[in-house]
């Protein structure tokens, strides 16, 4: 199983970007999946999740400025973020919860990365 993340890049203050995340491999079926980032010198930290009932939350720095979203039938998440400020910069990481083919449990898989920078 394989996330791809994409859609980071430099954009100005009060800007906006959307990163998308795409699940591969043998995916009997996908989990919560979530948005995650690292701002410099702190510990890893939860932007959003939504489930798979699409129930959605978001840390209190985002909320009303980025959405998260999922398209199950292209095993995808996606995270709109608008008005973007200088403090949303740092790499930001997709994680889904997949349970795989033969398994009976729900493992946790997380992307590679994409870099946003917010700056003028």
């Known amino acids: 199983v394989q996330l791809q993340a994409c859609g980071g890049g430099l954009v100005q203050p009060g800007g906006s970007l959307r990163l998308s995340c795409a699940a591969s491999?043998?995916?009997?079926?996908?989990?919560?999946m979530g948005w995650y980032r690292r701002p410099p010198g702190l510990q890893r930290e939860l932007v959003a999740v939504?489930?798979?009932?699409?129930?959605?939350t978001y840390a209190d720095s985002v909320k009303g400025r980025f959405t998260i979203s999922r398209d199950t039938a292209k095993n995808t998440v996606y995270l709109q973020m608008n008005n973007l400020k200088p403090e949303d910069t740092t790499v930001y990481y997709c994680?889904?919860?997949?349970?795989?083919?033969?398994?009976?449990?729900?493992?946790?898989?997380w992307g590679q990365g994409t870099h946003v920078t917010v700056s003028s």
């Open positions: 491999g043998a995916i009997f079926r996908l989990g919560d």
């Open positions: 994680k889904a919860d997949i349970r795989i083919y033969g398994s009976g449990t729900y493992d946790d898989y």
């Open positions: 939504i489930t798979s009932g699409d129930s959605t």
